[in-house]
């Protein structure tokens, strides 16, 4: 294996693993602070924030959001209350309770928002969970390719192909992330002392090397429990 070919591998690991740290950035917006905030500026931020992308974005607001909402509607019926129970021969037990129109359309917006943030967080658990499989599945197959491939160029462009596949795969449950990326190193690193070694073939005991490959195999039998 040439020198040049090796430095392609390297190079190419090195740009997967800026790509990976930056699978798990997520955008998330700071927390809303919906304490005191008018019923019309609660509406306004709701109209402009139905976006599935956004919804998720902020999907942290949306209990703050929910509780202003329910204190808007308290504070509706308390004042509207005060002001029934000023007629004459008020009855408390009397009072029917008509909301704003505003709270009305906020409410339906509220509930809007909350449903939608539900279905997403559903799909993009199923999401996750289906790309901790997929990645698991590409661990499995580079510890293969370490351990069964014998042809060199071959390896290479194998492992080159699944480096692009890990690169495709969206984030993973963060409950999972250090096991599985912490694998992924591992097993790169593996990959490159497995190079290393076929590159001073040349130069070492052919018993050496054989030696050297099947403690590298037993090192990725270890990893994943083989």
Known sequence: VSQSRYGEVKELDLELENAESEDEIEIQTEDEDFSGKAPELLYSWLKTHLDDALIWQNRRAYTPLKLRVNELFDEDRQA???????LDDAEESEFVFEPADILKELRKLSKQFGEALNRIR???ENDLNANLLAKKDLLDEMRHVISDESDVEKAI???RNLLKRWKEIGSIPGREADVVYNNYRHFNK???DFLKINQELSQMDIQK?????EEIIQQADIVTGK
Do not use: E, H, P, S
Request: glycine share 0%; net charge positive; hydrophobic share 50%.
């Open 80 to 86: 509207k209350l005060r002001a029934f129970m000023t």
């Open 122 to 124: 559903k799909q993009t």
């Open 157 to 159: 462009q194998r492992f």
């Open 190 to 192: 593996m990959f490159y």
């Open 209 to 213: 090397v054989q030696l050297l490959r």
